[in-house]
């Protein structure tokens, strides 16, 4: 593989693709060689059970976590030490477990602060204008401070800030976590709305049956590697993984 950096042709190349990927924490090895792609427009979930390794392999896309050996190729360049601010500007959105929204800033300013990498003032106008209609909770409570939003109201809040840094790829991290099921619900219709609009979205989600009922094909990760993949309804049927991970 060459080092060029990533670049605008695709071809026939997936917009995203780990090769052999490989993370390490100390002498423990989180990710075996992990192995994803992920075409343009496409929504792909990736499925697994806690310390499977599916936050680890966002963070490496993220380039929050080191690559200890493979490929992370975007539009077929390599993004393996590039610093996370460069990755950002090259369109990887990324929305973190545990929503981390800023609590004493408002509404209003944490989207603001979604487009800081941005000059394109009247685009980011309309971008909030997006949001809000996205959310009509998050239009309601625009001044209000971020910690006294609910649960749900703070995971749309964290999806909306993510969308405001205009992403071609769009990375979400259980954003189903601790979420009542009527609200589990409303970020998934939000999260297929988007992509019928065309965003390519890579969804982590333990929620198997809510990420795969929007996905076109999902993964499921295992003690760091990949042990299934494939189109979205067929891996709804499998029985190893509905006995699995939907308790059937």
Known sequence: MNG???????????????????????????????????RQGELVALLGPNGAG????????????????????????????????????????????????????????NLELGAWLRRDTGAIRHDLDRCYSLFPRLAERRQQL????????????????????RPTLLMLDEPSLGLAP????????????????????LLVEQNAEAALSIADRGYVLEAGLISLAGPARQLLADSSLRASYLGE
């Open 182 to 201: 009527r609200l589990v619900g409303e970020v998934m219709t939000a999260l297929a709305g988007l992509h019928r609009d065309g965003l390519t979205i």
């Open 54 to 109: 599916k936050s680890t392999t966002l963070r490496a896309i993220s380039g929050l976590a080191a690559p200890a050996a493979g490929h992370i190729l975007w539009r077929g360049g390599n993004l393996a030490g590039l610093p996370a601010h460069r990755i950002v500007r090259l369109g990887i959105g990324h929305c973190p477990e545990g929503r981390r929204v800023l609590t004493r800033q408002s509404v209003a300013a």
């Open 146 to 165: 971020a910690g006294g939003l609910s649960g749900g109201e703070q995971q749309m809040l964290a999806i909306a800030r993510a969308l405001m840094g």
């Open 4 to 38: 060029r950096p990533p670049g605008d042709g695709m071809g026939d190349r997936p917009l995203l693709q780990l090769q052999g990927l490989q993370v390490h924490y100390g002498n423990v090895r989180a990710l075996h060689g992990v192995e994803l792609e992920v």
